[in-house]
């Protein structure tokens, strides 16, 4: 299954037809799409992918969280073809299709915003994070947006403004106005020496005081959250920070916007993170493994928030496409079945134990962190949350690729891996998967400190 066992990790040995693809990519592609990881895949299945060299790869990045039931699905892949068939594209502006009001129906029974939900559906997750903002907005008559340090929205103009990372904004702006921002209520790297609750009650504190401080609240229109920060990093908010948001967002108005598009369908062990809090948003967005890598996103809502959108302020040609919303209500069915939610809490238990095993070893691990099947460690020197050790963690992703590993980065400095891998591996690929990570940190760091 290894790609190739003598490459060093500063070199990796590209193969012929990867090198000769990722050349015509760099000749053809504009360098601003990113390479996140050199390969060229031909097919995948489960959670394996093939490439263009024959080879294969254990996939613990998932095509960044969107196959949580898996690659190539034979359920999702038979709904593909047949709809393909019956129908490709009307528009649903022109001609309402039957399989889009199923998925919204589908989407209700899972996710209840309140007494009545109402939903539309886009093709991305910055998209339906656009969509969540313009409702919110016509909803409340309110401009201004409170959001969070590390946060990632997305790359549309203002779901990048909401975005709290620099190296995914350089010379994009100017930005959205009406845009604050508070730091995320993260206790590995904010804690400054304050027990957990006290912690909170700052954190509390601080939101309160942006009230006075920031911007007027009867002119915020919403706050707009990741329950688990994605691209951040695996950062958890706190259940308590969380249940005082809500109660800010009550006592002034506010839409409550909980982004889901990574978090959901059975990543964290339940349909939606926020399923773990008790806590039920205004409106939520959704994207990435709700259809099985179909572009299908959606915004839901509670219905006179939904239904405040003015007929042609929200839509778009493509959403709800009939194929995506086919691979849709059959992801749905392979999770149902398959049981991914306590598939996400057994991956998540032996994920963490591995991880716990390898800090008792390294004291490079400064954190480990997740919810359900999102884990995360992120990578330190000196034991201080404020030295990331970036070039560690890239090393070990290199080394992990030339053993046929595929894993990402995340964060600000990208000194956390992430663990994303369909939520189908068996418990064999998983294992296989942790062995390389933890037989290459143990060779990297015994040349460290050599
Ligand atoms: C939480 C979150 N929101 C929004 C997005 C943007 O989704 P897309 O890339 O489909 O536009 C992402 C993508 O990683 C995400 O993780």
């Known amino acids: ?77 038979q709904a593909i073809a047949k709809q393909a068939e019956q129908l490709i594209h009307t528009c649903f502006h022109v001609s309402t299709t039957s399989v889009y009001l199923d998925v919204c129906q589908k989407l209700i029974d899972l996710f209840p915003h309140g007494e009545a939900t109402k939903v539309m559906l886009t093709n991305t997750g910055a ?15 309110r401009s201004a947006v409170l959001c969070f340090s590390e946060a990632f929205h997305g790359r549309s103009m203002m779901a990048m403004s909401l975005t709290s990372k620099i190296n995914y904004k350089i010379n994009c702006g100017p930005f959205a106005p009406e845009i604050y921002r508070l730091p995320f209520p993260d206790y590995y790297h904010y804690s400054d020496g304050l027990t957990y609750e006290a912690f909170i009650d700052r954190e509390l504190e601080r939101l309160e005081h942006a009230t006075h401080a920031m911007v007027d609240p009867n002119n915020i229109a919403a706050v707009i959250i990741e329950l688990v920060q994605g691209e951040g990093g695996f950062n958890v908010a706190p259940r308590e920070y969380i249940t005082g948001l809500r109660r800010f967002c009550d006592k002034y108005g506010i839409v409550l916007i909980f982004d889901e598009v990574q978090s959901g369908f059975c990543r964290t062990g339940k349909w939606a993170a926020y399923q773990h809090y008790d806590v039920v948003p205004d409106i939520s967005t959704w994207a990435k493994s709700m259809a099985s890598g179909m572009p299908l996103g959606a915004v839901m809502g509670k219905q ?14 493509y959403l709800g496409n009939p194929v995506c919303c086919a691979a849709a209500l059959a992801t749905i069915e392979v999770m149902t079945k398959q049981n991914l939610n306590e598939r996400a809490i057994s991956i998540s238990l032996i994920v963490q134990e591995r991880f716990e095993r390898m800090r008792k070893n390294h ?4 954190d480990i962190r997740g919810l359900g099947a999102m884990q995360a460690v992120e990578f330190v020197k000196n034991s201080d949350p404020n030295q990331p050790d970036t ?60």
């Not at 998209?127 to 008559?141: C, H, L």
């Not at 992703?397 to 068996?426: D, E």
């Open 1 to 77: 299954m290894t790609a190739n066992t003598n490459a060093t990790l500063q070199n990796p040995i590209l193969f012929d037809h990867t090198k000769e693809i990722l050349a015509r990519r760099k000749a053809l592609v504009a360098d601003g799409v990113g390479v996140f990881c050199p390969t060229a895949a031909v097919s995948a299945n489960g959670a394996i992918i093939n490439d263009a060299d024959g080879n294969t790869f254990i996939d613990f990045g998932g095509g960044i969280g969107v196959l949580n039931a898996g690659h190539c699905p034979p359920e999702v892949v």
């Open 391 to 450: 070039e560690l963690t890239q090393k070990l992703i290199a080394a992990c690729l030339q053993r046929g590993l595929i894993i990402l980065s995340a964060g600000a400095n990208k000194n956390i891996i992430r663990i994303l891998s369909p939520l189908v591996i068996t418990d064999q690929q998983l294992g296989r998967g942790l062995d390389i990570i933890e037989e290459e940190l143990n060779k990297i760091y015994t040349a460290i400190n050599i």
């Open 304 to 317: 006179h928030i939904m239904d405040a959108a003015l007929p042609g302020t929200i839509g778009g040609t």
């Open 127 to 141: 998209e339906s994070v656009e969509n969540a903002i313009k409702i919110a907005r016509q909803a409340t008559k």
């Open 363 to 366: 004291t490079c691990i400064g």
